[in-house]
T-cell receptor
Framework: QQPVQSPQAVILREGEDAVINCSSS?????VHWYRQKHGEAPVFLMI?????EQKGHDKISASFNEKKQQSSLYLTASQLSYSGTYFC????????????????FGKGTHLIIQP | ETGVTQTPRHLVMGMTNKKSLKCEQH?????MYWYKQSAKKPLELMFV???????ENNSVPSRFSPECPNSSHLFLHLHTLQPEDSALYLC????????????FGSGTRLTVV
């Protein structure tokens, strides 16, 4: 099943914060986050693993609540370079130790940062 | 070269043509994937290969035929495609564990006329 992302699109001014949500109808072991700029390949941001941990990368962080089967991506003090489409992905193998079996991605959240 | 390389970058083909897309990775990964990305749909998983063996075929029409001769190379053979098959085809690779990150190629922009 495809994870559901919200919102579909966000327009921010530089320096503002944003939250992107990703929810799944199936039990999750991990959630992946990627960003794709127009005309480019998706680029890996981070993986959140079971345990509710929060990870960070520069001013982009994320949380994972496996009980609620949700993950959220937080963009703090957004920069122009943050513009792009953000995808969350959930493994088709839902348990730890499983082999790679592909990621199912959400429809994406379009983020536009204006000066 | 490092990363995932896809060729060609752009391809225009007629519905009766036969063409192939190529993907190559030099990251030491042992899992490779084909994804289709179109305007109307998100990243759609097409095929998964682990250690050269196909482990997933996500209900893809037989006019798409994958081939994985070794862990570094992946092909997508195309024949008698339809205009709705026009899309960006992305290749990705990862280690063979579910928590591994994916590295994507820049994709092949396919137009079927």
């Amino acid at each position: 099943q495809q994870p559901v992302q919200s919102p579909q699109a966000v327009i921010l001014r530089e320096g503002e914060d944003a939250v992107i949500n990703c929810s799944s109808s199936k039990a999750l072991y991990s959630v992946h986050w990627y960003r794709q700029k127009h005309g480019e390949a998706p680029v890996f941001l981070m993986i959140l693993l079971k345990g509710g941990e929060q990870k960070g990368h520069d001013k982009i962080s994320a949380s994972f609540n496996e009980k609620k089967q949700q993950s959220s991506l937080y963009l703090t003090a957004s920069q122009l370079s943050y513009s792009g489409t953000y995808f969350c992905g959930t493994p088709n193998v839902p348990y730890s130790g499983g082999g790679a079996d592909g990621l199912t991605f959400g429809k994406g959240t379009h983020l536009i940062i204006q000066p | 070269e490092t990363g995932v390389t896809q060729t060609p970058r752009h391809l225009v083909m007629g519905m009766t043509n036969k063409k192939s897309l190529k993907c190559e990775q030099h990251l030491g990964h042992n899992a490779m994937y084909w994804y289709k990305q179109s305007a109307k749909k998100p990243l759609e998983l097409m095929f998964v290969y682990n250690f050269k063996e196909q482990t997933e075929n996500n209900s893809v029409p037989s006019r798409f035929s994958p081939e994985c001769p070794n862990s570094s190379h992946l092909f997508l053979h195309l024949h008698t495609l339809q205009p709705e098959d026009s899309a960006l085809y992305l290749c990705a690779s990862s280690q063979d564990v579910s928590r591994a990150s994916y590295t994507f190629g820049s994709g092949t922009r396919l137009t079927v006329v």
